[in-house]
């Protein structure tokens, strides 16, 4: 059975950090991965995908995630955070005749 | 596009009784998908429908949930009867069919309810 786990429950950095959340999978087939975003009150927005091809994925807002797949992660980064950029985020996997499988999730909290 | 809409947005309700939670999918996308959210859980995958039709309901809690997709523009969650411990954030997705497995699922901005 696929499986995500975030490595952190809660990442605080300060504006302008780099940070990285942290995302691994177990599966012992090939699996499509995915980045989510949830600002508060909202529904979740796909911030970038992992289809195939290139490990290093560009998505929305600067951030971008590197495929490892010796690793089994997927981890998620962005160079320098803004304030707006505090939110949840969820790793998720899926593979073929399943539905999205949803990591526990990180709050990201970027203060000044 | 309107996105995709969820309705109520809040759902106060007390212990026992019938709960009806609705959504309305992004025009010409043929999957929805129901997703509930707590702080103890994450995010679950309650059931899916692939042309109206549910493909998945392993999810379900139990036979108090019923999801039903009576055409392709609505589809209804309804609890009967209520617990407290159904308080949650549900969420309704849907997906563009050309893309299959691959495509983007475009969230609502979820119910949340409460069961006293």
């Known amino acids: 059975a696929q499986s995500v786990t975030q490595l952190d429950s809660q990442v605080p950095v300060f504006e302008e950090a780099p940070v990285e959340l942290r995302c691994n999978y177990s599966s012992s087939v090939s699996v499509y991965l995915f980045w989510y975003v949830q600002y508060p009150n909202q529904g979740l927005q796909l911030l970038l995908k992992?289809?195939?091809?290139?490990?290093l994925v560009k998505g929305i807002n600067g951030f971008e995630a590197e495929f490892n797949k010796s690793q089994t992660s997927f981890h998620l980064r962005k160079p320098s955070v803004h304030i707006s950029d505090t939110a949840e985020y969820f790793c998720a996997v899926r593979k073929a005749g399943t539905a999205l499988i949803f990591g526990k999730g990180t709050t990201l909290s970027v203060s000044s | 596009d309107a996105g995709v809409i969820q309705s109520p947005r809040h759902e106060v309700t007390e212990m026992g009784q019938e709960v009806t939670l609705r959504c309305k999918p992004i025009s010409g996308h043929n999957s929805l998908f129901w997703y509930r959210q707590t702080m103890m859980r994450g995010l679950e995958l309650l059931i899916y429908?692939?042309?109206?039709?549910?493909?998945?309901d392993s999810g379900m809690p139990e036979d108090r949930f019923s999801a039903k997709m009576p055409n392709a523009s609505f589809s209804t969650l309804k609890i009967q009867p209520s617990e407290p411990r159904d308080s949650a954030v549900y969420f309704c997705a849907s997906q563009n069919p050309s893309g299959g497995l691959t495509d983007t699922q475009y969230f609502g901005p979820g119910t949340r309810l409460t069961v006293l």
């Open positions: 992992y289809l195939s091809g290139s490990t």
């Open positions: 429908f692939n042309n109206n039709v549910p493909i998945d």
